[in-house]
């Protein structure tokens, strides 16, 4: 068993829905654990005839949520967005991107297959320092909160698997992702890259 806790990274594409969903999860499971987003800018859905609204990820949840009010709140309020903005307000004060960030991880999750390319891409681009190795995983989750809530769950069963590892945790990780497959029906994407 590791001596310290797993350094877990979840990654979708804004760092609003998913990614927060799993961060929440995690973080409540005693997981050492950030989140960020691999897109260029914060984007959330507009009005019905409205083009999505983007935001800068140094934008806090706060003031996203103050925005969205401001602009037609009925609305966000309907289709969740300020709720899921001022739950992201208890977990931490906006948004993150994850090509800014040089910490290391022991995994990284991705939410959607377009933030694992992203990821991946972004891991093969840095200068390989340590060599350490590093499992990128991807779970599909559907942008929606039943679906966040869900891949969560995933997510939190594959880091308490990888949590009792021992020095192989490459080789427990496959065999989590099989079992998790057959209990699921879902395939993991995955790879390994390196810092």
């Not at 009010?69 to 709720?83: E, F, P």
């Not at 933030?115 to 350490?132: F, G, S």
Request: net charge positive; aromatic share 6%.
């Amino acid at each position: 068993m590791p001596s310290s806790p797993l350094r877990v990274a979840v990654v979708c594409m804004s760092n609003v829905n998913r990614s927060m969903e799993a961060h929440r999860i995690l973080r409540k499971n005693g997981f050492h654990v950030r989140s960020f987003g691999a897109g260029s800018h914060v984007r959330l859905p507009g009005g019905a005839r409205n083009p999505p609204v983007l935001y800068d990820f140094c934008t806090s949840h706060k003031k996203m949520h103050s925005d969205l009010s401001s602009k037609d709140q009925k609305h966000y309020k309907r289709n969740g967005i300020l709720h899921i903005l001022k739950r992201n307000e208890t977990i931490k004060p906006g948004p993150e991107r994850f090509q800014e960030c040089p910490d290391a991880f022991d995994v990284i999750f991705t939410c959607g297959e377009r933030a694992y390319n992203r990821v991946v891409a972004d891991l093969c681009a840095r200068d390989q320092e340590t060599w350490q190795p590093v499992p990128v995983v991807n779970v599909d989750i559907d942008d929606t909160l039943e679906a966040a809530s869900l891949g969560a769950s995933i997510i939190c069963e594959l880091c308490q698997g990888l949590q009792q590892a021992d020095d192989n945790m490459q080789s427990h990780l496959t065999k989590l992702l099989q079992a998790a497959e057959e209990k699921t029906g879902r395939s993991f994407l995955h790879t390994v890259c390196f810092y």
